[in-house]
């Protein structure tokens, strides 16, 4: 009897009945058992990562009202031609970021054409001055002065302008690798996101660019660098600008639903 007894629990415990609605179970007896949670806390997470279209323009329209103030200063305090485009750089962004934020209010027939304006404004004012500045600049070179406070601008708008980027480098990846982003973006119909995307990529690739010619200008003592930096800056804004225009284009009247 008793090896009768002891087999009918064992056999109990092995048991388990499935609890409704949480995907976990419990064994018959009431006695505790291990339960893995593991798939509902990997849906928790991805609840909690997701990131709204407005979080990501928000968080560019802060990081560009940042490189303005900053920029700003460091331009007056340098001479840099180089601090005047990241400035430009900087009032488009912002002016680009504010339409989309006007955007989100309106209709969402005319969420497109807000993009294709902010769009508009950094192939305009952006780069165009950018660029005529480092002409300028490049036919009649001057020394920089406070060296040292263009490098520290330039690093506080890669960091900032690099972490929005990423931002909306999540948003239009939905979960994907990395290496996949150059076709998500293609594919991806978030024009507003999308045009978040280009703003900080603009930004951050133009303190690259500044940093580099800084970097050259102080090595080789070559003062030309300077307006070289700026010419620069903006045929990279003006290339970005035309790629998400002709972007917007194409995915114009495919657009199904407004970005939330």
């Known amino acids: 009897m008793e090896k009768i007894r002891k087999r009918t629990e064992a056999q109990e415990e092995k048991q388990i009945t499935p609890r409704r609605n949480l995907g976990i179970t419990r064994p018959i007896g009431g006695k505790k058992q291990k339960v893995d949670l593991s798939f509902i806390c990997c849906k928790v997470l991805k609840m909690g990562k997701q990131i709204s279209v407005k979080q990501v323009i928000l968080t560019s329209f802060f990081v560009d009202f940042l490189d303005i103030a900053v920029n700003i200063f460091v331009a007056l305090i340098t001479g840099s031609v180089v601090m005047l485009a990241e400035l430009l750089q900087g009032v488009s962004d912002l002016i680009a970021s504010g339409l989309l934020l006007i955007g989100l209010r309106r209709p969402k027939r005319e969420a497109a054409l807000w993009t294709l304006g902010s769009a508009i404004v950094m192939l305009t004012l952006a780069s165009s001055l950018s660029f005529y500045f480092g002409l300028k600049r490049f036919q009649n070179p001057q020394e920089i002065t406070n060296l040292p406070f263009a490098y520290t601008g330039l690093l506080i708008g890669l960091v ?3 972490y929005a980027f990423l931002l909306s480098a999540k948003r239009i990846l939905k979960g994907k690798t990395f290496s996949a982003l150059p076709k998500a973006f293609k594919n991806s119909r978030l024009i507003m996101t999308k045009n978040t995307f280009v703003l900080d990529l603009m930004g951050a690739s133009a303190a690259l660019v500044g940093l580099i010619a800084l970097i050259l200008y102080q090595t080789l003592g070559e003062i030309k660098f300077d307006g070289l930096g700026a010419m620069g800056i903006g045929t990279i804004l003006a290339l970005l600008s035309l ?14 639903n407004k970005e939330v």
């Open 243 to 256: 790629n998400l225009i002709l972007n917007i284009k194409n995915k114009k009247g495919k657009v199904a």
């Open 160 to 162: 900032s302008n690099s």
